[in-house]
DNA sequence: CAGTGGTCTAGACCACGTC
DNA sequence: ACGTGGTCTAGACCACTGT
């Protein structure tokens, strides 16, 4: 490994355990580590880089702190899945009134296809004319139909999406194991809007009572938006939640 | 004596680093390193406590995580304040839908005293009869009125809290530089409700408005509820923003 | 038992801010 | 020049999981 980087002149410096976390985040990228896989050991890896294990353990660190590796003491290190149960609720914040939180259930309504829109392209970074996927769904929580949500990919990047969508419940394992995209984070912003008539009707609610409107955008691991979704949430039974640290 | 550690469970294992962050950490509870002072540097700590650098720098490591240390090359580690722009935004989520993030304004509505109700007692963990302090006060963003907020603190440790509020906008600096209490984390809950008839006169808005309820639970270094609040927030012109990672 | 991650140490050098 | 935090190394031992 090449200690000297010859980037740039003044902010040129970057830690060695930073380009030991990009070489092994490149792995997770282009597959050669896949999602549940055992990687080697430390000292392995810093044997085969070249760098001491502290240095490893350091870049192993800050992966662990963003969830995309999981260590067991005396097992070994293990490429996250996102369909473990402390993964789910990792992007699933929303949790009943009343008892512990449960993982909703998903009834498809409609995939179909597209061109980008102005709201699409802003959020997924895409010109006029790329085509999308858009897949529109309900979700329930505790069995009560809870939610409207209509969600948009890149085709380009999700091809054939619509044929594996029919019974899948997790989008972000299946975007994982088929695709190879890795969501490492996503923001939301999240509003208070009246519920139209159209999904009132399909929530078996007023039109007009107040829900959550929750916009997210998915990153993946490489930084790119690979996802953009609007989730219409009634709070009659369950609400957001949102820890502060 | 282990106090309030939420781990320690069969085996009895506490790593050094751990108590020394436990040390380090009490400093800061009872006031001997106040927020903004310049504590002892690492090699300094280590030779006190006769521990490595190393572990003193693991210790420091969470804290810093926990936005409790801010560290600067070549200068030193300070105690976190919360009247610094950076952490500002930390408890404060609520973003104009344009234009870059700004803090709010406050206008006191008005401050009384009482008994906790139910909702109190569950939130700040309080038995009927414990004395409270209620605040009532509209906040602006960007010049215009858009939350309507209630919030309840123990009365036992705030006394005298009302007389020192009246022109505080930022509470929990007041709450670290008067009274010696560090809000480290707090968790929301967040519902879509129609705005009541009182607060939308308050507010300027139609009543049954959709807007956010967002409920506050604040919670201290030493894991004590301090603070309960109720904003109801119209997302007319801005957004809660929630980054998931 | 061997192998893994987790902790702890001691010392070296680097980048940065201050004197 | 000096002291600070930041990085990197090498080696030791501890705690845990498998065989």
Redo the contacts between chains.
Sequence with gaps: MTSDTPEGSSPGFRPLYRQVKQILVNRLRDGTWRPGVLIPSEVQIAADLGVSQGTVRKALDEMRG??LLISQQGRGTFVARHDEARILF??F?IIPKIGPPVFPESELRGVSTGTANAQEQRALRLKAGDPVIRIARLRSLAGRLTISEYLSVPAGIFPGLGADIRVENNLYDLYASRYGITV???????????LPSEDATLLGLATGT???AI?RIAIALDGQPVEWRRSL?S?ADC???????
């Design positions: 963003e969830n990792q992007f914040k490492s984070r996503s923001e939301e912003r999240i509003t208070a809007v009246g107040p829900v959550l916009d949430c709070t609400a957001y939640v949102s820890e502060l640290r």
